[in-house]
């Protein structure tokens, strides 16, 4: 079931760790190869030796422990197909959603941008603190919640890590589920910079964020990425970077013929400037200064109107009547669906990690997505489209 690929299992410091000896026989069983990574403190529940034994592969721990040239979180989050950390500790989960990286396991998890699972076990009462809640909110992994039971430390309630056989079945789950093999998804990301002089530009706030979920996960879905971002953005699939709407268009254009669908998250500047001045404007005795600014292209309203066999994907950022525009909108683009998002709000939107928008297509339907992390958001968008 797992052939040919590899499980990257991080055990933290909790008493459940002995169980997980039985998951990496699992894994091995189903002829995955297993790399695991303990935080210190899990050592003190499981050996080096034991689990070495199991998973027939050096165990990592140290950060900088380095045997060879390529830093051990790279190379570990590049080479693995899925991150599974189970038992996942309070203090762990609280790490990975404040990104913090104290140490090697931590360091990968934020790295990695293929699946993650986790797994949390812990006394009932930090399950239920409002604190951990809130990080447990904030990280865009499968969260395998614990089961409500007899626990180690005397308690009953929730907090006990859920079956092996869970983590085992979910693991299998997520690495084959590939629903866009075959696919070229095409993702543009981040706002435009229209230069006025080489100190001066026209952008917006736009982060790269979306686009960047957006992308991450139609790889991890199986499909062939090409993401367009004025963003420097490193990953494993093809990343062009571009500045100005002239420039993206182009790569937009140099892509399109045989993609499968565009999704067009990046935030495009409606005008750029009429002259690049060449040297830097100096201030004058004037009060006042004109700009002229030209139309740019409409990028997604020009793909609209060649495609052929694609799917074309609009996003719209509005500041008021979010639906009455986005519907007037996808008409105006001619796209297939827009995903409509409100940038007055903090807490969405706009360089935030969460989103909250509302899917329109062709035919008039109309699916709101509640508030959820970006990466989240990306998979319901995914599944809508080619559900
Ligand atoms: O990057 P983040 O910080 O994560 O924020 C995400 C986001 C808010 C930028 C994103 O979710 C979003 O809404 N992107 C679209 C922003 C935008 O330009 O909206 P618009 O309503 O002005 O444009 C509608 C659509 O036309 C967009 O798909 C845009 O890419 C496209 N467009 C716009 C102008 C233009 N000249 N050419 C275009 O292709």
Not at 46 to 67: H, R, Y
Not at 82 to 99: D, E, H, Q, R
Not at 355 to 384: D, H, Y
Request: hydrophobic share 40%; glycine share 6%; net charge neutral.
């Amino acid at each position: 079931m797992l052939s040919g690929k590899t499980v990257l299992l991080g055990i933290t410091g909790g008493i459940a760790a002995y169980k997980i000896c039985e998951l990496v026989r699992m894994y091995k069983r189903a002829n995955a190869n297993v790399q695991i990574v303990c935080t210190p403190n899990a050592l003190n529940f499981v050996t080096k030796l034991t689990l070495q034994n199991l998973s027939k592969n050096d165990v990592a721990v140290e950060e900088f422990d380095i045997k060879k040239y390529n830093p051990e979180h790279i190379s570990f989050a590049d080479k693995a197909d899925i991150m599974v950390i189970a038992p996942a500790t309070a203090n762990t989960i609280s790490k990975l959603a404040n990104g913090i990286c104290d140490n090697l396991l931590t360091s990968i998890a934020c790295a990695f941008t293929k699946p993650v699972i986790i797994a949390p076990a812990m006394n009932c009462n930090m399950w239920n603190n409002p604190i951990i809640q809130e990080n447990l909110q904030k990280l865009h992994y499968t969260i395998l919640e614990p089961e409500t039971g007899f626990l180690a430390c005397g308690y009953t309630g929730k907090g006990r890590l859920c079956s092996i056989d869970k983590i085992f079945d979910k693991t299998v789950e997520l690495i084959n589920y590939k629903p866009l093999n075959g696919k070229k998804i095409v993702i543009t990301s981040g706002g435009t910079i229209e230069e006025i002089d080489p100190v001066r530009y026209i952008s917006n706030y736009s982060s790269g964020k979306m686009g960047l979920a957006l992308a991450d996960t139609a790889k991890s879905f199986g499909a062939e990425v090409v993401l367009i971002t004025t963003k420097d953005v490193t990953r494993n699939y093809k990343v062009v970077k571009v500045k100005s709407a002239l420039d993206m268009q182009k790569a937009v254009e140099e892509e399109f013929d045989n993609a499968d669908c565009v999704i067009m998250a990046a935030a495009v500047a409606d005008y750029r400037a009429k002259n690049i001045v060449k040297q830097k404007m100096k201030k004058t005795s004037d009060d006042e200064i004109t700009l002229e600014l030209v139309k740019n292209p409409d990028i997604l309203k020009e793909i609209s109107n060649k495609k052929t066999h694609q799917i074309i994907v609009g996003f719209c950022a509005e500041s008021e009547n979010l639906l009455e525009n986005a519907k007037t909108k996808i008409v105006d683009k001619g796209c297939d669906y827009l995903i409509a998002n409100d940038i007055s709000r903090k807490d969405i939107g706009f360089s935030s990690d969460y989103n909250e928008v509302t899917i329109l297509n062709k035919n008039g339907e109309v699916k709101k997505l509640e508030r959820a992390s970006k990466m989240t958001i990306s998979k319901q968008i995914l599944e809508e489209i080619y559900g």
